[in-house]
């Protein structure tokens, strides 16, 4: 078995954390057909969120043919950060934000395989960010297609810590 990696991002605060990796959690739109979080008994459920920085999808395609494995690394992490965005809504603070799963769909080639190495991405930032309270239990999956042909959409369930 592996250490677990470790935090190396300096800062008292998650929020400086993040500001100090250059990174700032998006304003989330409303949706009138979904809510972004939903919270059942101590558990948060975060809707799956796809990488979209100011209002645009960031990529289109299928991770293994359109779309190469270090671009959906790097959109995976900008979905990660709209659902810590999502997360902050429901608790209020990114220091009250614990991770409890990680869900990672990655629009993929049947021959691709490497789904984990794109949720590697989004998990390395959470724990960059959030230290412990960002260590989780995790899937990464392959799939035919996603909302909009985006390559990766990532959902969680959330506590607050």
């Known amino acids: 078995m592996s ?5 190396t991002v300096k800062g008292d605060s998650a929020s400086e954390r993040l500001q100090n990796i250059g990174l700032e959690l998006p304003d989330l739109p409303g949706n009138a057909y979904f809510v972004h979080h939903r919270a059942v008994d101590s558990s948060i459920h ?8 100011d209002g645009e999808l960031l990529d289109q395609g299928v991770v293994g043919r359109d779309v190469e494995l270090e671009t959906a690394k790097e959109l995976a992490r900008h979905a990660v950060l709209n659902c810590l965005a999502a997360a902050v809504q429901a608790v209020g603070d ?11 769909f ?3 080639t049947p021959d691709f395989g490497e789904q984990s190495q794109v949720a590697n991405a989004a998990s390395e930032l959470l724990i960059e960010v959030l230290g412990e309270n960002g260590r989780h239990a995790r899937t990464a999956i392959g799939v035919a297609g ?16």
């Open 106 to 108: 990655v629009a993929s």
């Open 3 to 7: 250490l677990p990696l470790p935090q």
């Open 46 to 53: 975060i809707s799956g969120q796809l990488p979209y920085r």
């Open 146 to 161: 996603l909302p909009l042909n985006s390559p990766v959409e990532i959902q969680m369930v959330i506590t607050a810590a």
């Open 94 to 104: 990114l220091d009250r934000v614990r991770i409890v799963q990680m869900l990672v």
